[in-house]
C-alpha cells in the first residue's frame, strides 16, 4: 500500500495519544487491523484510518522512528507474514518491522467499545475550553479517586482537589453525570475535537482523522462544591502586568510536567510571582491594590492566566479568593505565608 509519507504520520501522531508512557504489553505497539490503526493504554484509546491488507501488531517507535527518518515523498507498507514482519519500502531504502505475538491482542482489540450505536453530539471549542480548564485543577496524582477527575452533569462542569475548584454552570450536552479523568483530558488538550458521545462509561472524542476514547471512572454523589461559589467578598483589581508575569515565570516551570506551578503571594500592596525547575527559577514582585493578610497559593500558570484574561479584579473572602470569568467560578484556598 502507498501512502504519503506526511499524511502517514499524521495518521500516526494521531493514534500515538493512546500510547501508554508506562511499559505494558499494549501500551507501546500500534494494531493495524480492519482498515484501522489502533494504540490503546488503560485510558485512552485512539482509533484512526489504516489499511485493508494490513493486519498485525509493530512497535510504535521504532515505526515512527524510520517512517520520520525516510526522506521519500511517498512510501510503500507491507506486511510479509512469511518473514513475519511489516515492511517500508522508500525509493532507494527499505525497511523491516518485526510483527509481535498479538495473540493477546486479538482479544483485546475484540473488547474495545463499539461506536456504531453511539449518539455524536457537537463540541464547542468554548465546551471543550471549560473541560480543559476543570482538568488543570484536577488532583495530580495516578490513584484516579475522585479528586483527579472532572465531575460533568447534563447541567455543569466542575473539578475540586479539596484546595481549589472550578465550577461551571452551563448546558454541556451529556445526558448524565460522568467523571473524566482530569489527566487524559489534559494529554489531549492540544486536539480540536468536533463531536463527542458518552456511553458505557466511555468518552469518545471525534476529530478530523480519527476517534479517541477516554476511560471514565464510577463514583457516587460528588462534593457539594455550589455553595462554596458565591459573589460576595472584598474586590481586590488585578494589576495589569499581573498575567505578563505569570507568562514569564511560567518559562521557567516544565510545560511537559501535569503537576507544575506558579508560587502567587499578596502581601500589603504587593504580588509576589515565583517558579523553580530544572529549566532555572523566576521571582518577580509588583504593585498591587491590597491591604490584607499575607496570603499565598500554587497554581497552574496556564489556568490562572485563563482566568484573570477573562476578569478585571478578584474577590477575598475570609482565606478564600474568588475568579468569576467566562461563566465559571475559580476559587483557591489561601494559605498564610510568613511574613
Same mark, same amino acid.
Given at each position: 500500500?502507498?501512502?504519503?509519507?506526511?499524511?502517514?504520520?499524521?495518521? *500516526?501522531? *494521531?493514534?500515538?495519544?493512546?500510547?501508554?508512557?508506562?511499559?505494558?504489553?499494549?501500551?507501546?505497539?500500534?494494531?493495524?487491523? $480492519?482498515?484501522?490503526?489502533?494504540?490503546?493504554?488503560?485510558?485512552?484509546?485512539?482509533?484512526?484510518?489504516?489499511?485493508?491488507?494490513?493486519?498485525? +501488531?509493530?512497535?510504535?517507535?521504532?515505526?515512527?522512528?524510520?517512517?520520520?527518518?525516510?526522506?521519500?515523498?511517498?512510501?510503500?507498507?507491507?506486511?510479509?507474514?512469511?518473514? !513475519?514482519?511489516?515492511?517500508?519500502?522508500?525509493?532507494?531504502?527499505?525497511?523491516?518491522?518485526?510483527?509481535?505475538?498479538?495473540?493477546?491482542?486479538?482479544?483485546?482489540?475484540?473488547?474495545?467499545?463499539?461506536?456504531?450505536?453511539?449518539?455524536?453530539? &457537537?463540541?464547542?471549542?468554548?465546551?471543550?475550553?471549560? *473541560?480543559?480548564?476543570?482538568? *488543570?485543577? +484536577?488532583?495530580?496524582?495516578?490513584?484516579?479517586?475522585?479528586?483527579?477527575?472532572?465531575?460533568?452533569?447534563?447541567?455543569?462542569?466542575?473539578? +475540586? @482537589?479539596?484546595?481549589?475548584?472550578?465550577?461551571?454552570?452551563?448546558?454541556?450536552?451529556?445526558?448524565?453525570?460522568?467523571?473524566?479523568?482530569?489527566?487524559?483530558?489534559?494529554?489531549?488538550?492540544?486536539?480540536?475535537?468536533?463531536?463527542?458521545?458518552?456511553?458505557?462509561?466511555?468518552?469518545? =472524542?471525534?476529530?478530523?482523522?480519527?476517534?479517541?476514547?477516554?476511560?471514565?471512572?464510577?463514583?457516587?454523589?460528588?462534593?457539594?462544591?455550589?455553595? =462554596? +461559589?458565591?459573589?460576595?467578598?472584598?474586590?481586590?483589581?488585578?494589576?495589569? $502586568?499581573?498575567?505578563?508575569?505569570?507568562?514569564?515565570?511560567?518559562?521557567?516551570?516544565? &510545560?511537559?510536567?501535569?503537576?507544575?506551578?506558579? &508560587?502567587?503571594?499578596?502581601?500589603?500592596?504587593?504580588?509576589?510571582?515565583?517558579?523553580? &525547575? @530544572?529549566?532555572?527559577?523566576?521571582?518577580?514582585?509588583?504593585?498591587?491594590?491590597?491591604?490584607?493578610?499575607?496570603?499565598?497559593? !500554587?497554581?497552574?500558570?496556564?489556568?490562572?492566566?485563563?482566568?484573570?484574561?477573562?476578569?478585571?479584579?478578584?474577590?477575598?473572602?475570609?482565606? $478564600?479568593?474568588?475568579?468569576?470569568?467566562?461563566?465559571?467560578?475559580?476559587?483557591?484556598?489561601?494559605?498564610?505565608?510568613?511574613?
Amino acid at each position: 500500500m502507498q501512502i504519503k509519507r506526511n499524511k502517514l504520520l499524521k495518521r *500516526l501522531d *494521531l493514534a500515538s495519544c493512546g500510547l501508554s508512557s508506562k511499559i505494558s504489553t499494549t501500551g507501546s505497539k500500534f494494531i493495524f487491523g $480492519k482498515g484501522m490503526i489502533t494504540a490503546f493504554s488503560e485510558e485512552i484509546i485512539a482509533r484512526v484510518k489504516g489499511f485493508d491488507d494490513i493486519d498485525c +501488531c509493530v512497535s510504535s517507535s521504532e515505526l515512527l522512528g524510520l517512517i520520520k527518518k525516510f526522506p521519500d515523498e511517498t512510501i510503500e507498507l507491507k506486511q510479509s507474514n512469511a518473514h !513475519n514482519e511489516l515492511r517500508i519500502r522508500g525509493k532507494n531504502r527499505k525497511a523491516g518491522i518485526p510483527i509481535h505475538d498479538e495473540e493477546s491482542l486479538v482479544s483485546l482489540r475484540k473488547s474495545l467499545p463499539k461506536l456504531k450505536s453511539v449518539k455524536w453530539i &457537537s463540541l464547542s471549542e468554548e465546551l471543550f475550553n471549560r *473541560l480543559k480548564n476543570a482538568a *488543570l485543577v +484536577c488532583g495530580r496524582d495516578d490513584s484516579f479517586d475522585v479528586t483527579s477527575c472532572v465531575h460533568v452533569t447534563p447541567d455543569v462542569i466542575e473539578s +475540586c @482537589d479539596n484546595y481549589k475548584l472550578y465550577r461551571c454552570p452551563c448546558q454541556t450536552g451529556f445526558n448524565s453525570k460522568v467523571f473524566i479523568p482530569g489527566k487524559s483530558i489534559y494529554m489531549l488538550r492540544n486536539l480540536t475535537p468536533t463531536h463527542f458521545a458518552s456511553a458505557d462509561n466511555w468518552l469518545h =472524542l471525534k476529530l478530523k482523522g480519527g476517534i479517541i476514547s477516554i476511560r471514565c471512572r464510577e463514583f457516587g454523589k460528588y462534593m457539594p462544591l455550589k455553595k =462554596l +461559589c458565591d459573589d460576595s467578598g472584598e474586590i481586590i483589581q488585578i494589576p495589569s $502586568k499581573l498575567k505578563s508575569v505569570i507568562e514569564r515565570a511560567e518559562i521557567t516551570t516544565s &510545560s511537559i510536567d501535569y503537576s507544575t506551578t506558579v &508560587s502567587i503571594t499578596l502581601s500589603k500592596n504587593a504580588i509576589q510571582v515565583k517558579s523553580r &525547575s @530544572d529549566k532555572g527559577w523566576f521571582n518577580e514582585k509588583i504593585k498591587a491594590d491590597y491591604n490584607g493578610p499575607k496570603f499565598g497559593f !500554587n497554581v497552574r500558570p496556564d489556568l490562572i492566566t485563563q482566568m484573570i484574561g477573562h476578569s478585571d479584579s478578584v474577590k477575598i473572602k475570609g482565606d $478564600k479568593m474568588t475568579v468569576i470569568a467566562d461563566g465559571a467560578y475559580f476559587v483557591i484556598a489561601l494559605q498564610p505565608r510568613k511574613s
